[in-house]
């Protein structure tokens, strides 16, 4: 079975720099087969130089889900650089039209894995993006829907190679069945995984490592 992996998050908050590191950790430290299927939103956006309209935020949604189906038929893993659910969430903040979440929950509940990025990185300025004022609105709606749906979720931040080692450290429970001890430097994040004792979330704060770290501390 392909493994699905979603990657959430605000604007400039980090998704595509992650899931391409993902992809390339993945390819040369393991034997898996890794696809990223990145945002159809922006393609769409460059294509009619223009931001979608309420009433054509279901098609883009539709068609992201598509294409993530689409890199599963051939791969062993699919990193989704966002989901039909930020699509939702955006149609909530932007339009105030709450009619996409259904759908884009039902798809988002076949995803073995949410990262939610955490909102600790500098705003990299985009035409296509909002502002910063609206990163912290979008987290919010975003975690509301993933626990209102009962969909667990783990937050990932940092910079450059933490970053990375915080969302290796989340997946290591999924990931372990599929590698094997002398798959590079995955072997090794395993084995701090399994020293940290289990899995852990927070719901309020962004550092995904605090829970992990205090209970280290009271070792």
């Not at 605000?10 to 945002?39: D, F, W, Y």
């Not at 932007?94 to 909102?119: E, G, K, P, T, V």
């Not at 069945?177 to 399994?194: E, I, N, T």
């Amino acid at each position: 079975m392909t493994l699905h992996i979603a990657l959430l998050g605000a604007e400039s908050t980090g998704k595509s720099q992650l899931g391409q590191a993902l992809l390339e950790h993945l390819r040369l430290n393991t034997r898996l087969r890794p696809a990223l299927v990145s945002e159809y939103l922006r393609e769409w956006c460059d294509r009619e130089g223009r931001t979608p309209q309420a009433q054509e935020q279901m098609a883009i949604a539709v068609e992201q889900h598509a294409r993530g189906q689409a890199a599963a038929r051939d791969h062993d893993i699919v990193l989704h650089d966002t989901t039909p659910l930020m699509t939702a969430v955006y149609s909530d903040l932007l339009f105030q039209d709450r009619s996409l979440y259904a759908w884009a929950l039902q798809q988002q509940a076949a995803m073995q894995a949410n990262l939610l990025m955490a909102l600790d990185l500098p705003w990299a300025a985009d035409p296509q993006r909002d502002g910063p004022h609206a990163q912290a609105p979008t987290d919010q709606l975003l975690r509301r829907a993933l626990r209102t749906a009962g969909l667990d979720y783990s937050v990932v931040g940092g910079q450059g190679p933490d970053r990375l080692a915080q969302a290796l450290n989340a997946l290591g429970p999924l990931l372990r069945p599929r590698v094997s001890a002398g798959d590079g430097l995955f072997s090794r994040l395993m084995q701090r995984d399994d020293s940290l004792g289990g899995e852990w979330r927070c719901e309020h704060c962004d550092d995904a490592a605090c829970e992990h770290a205090s209970r280290l501390q009271r070792r």
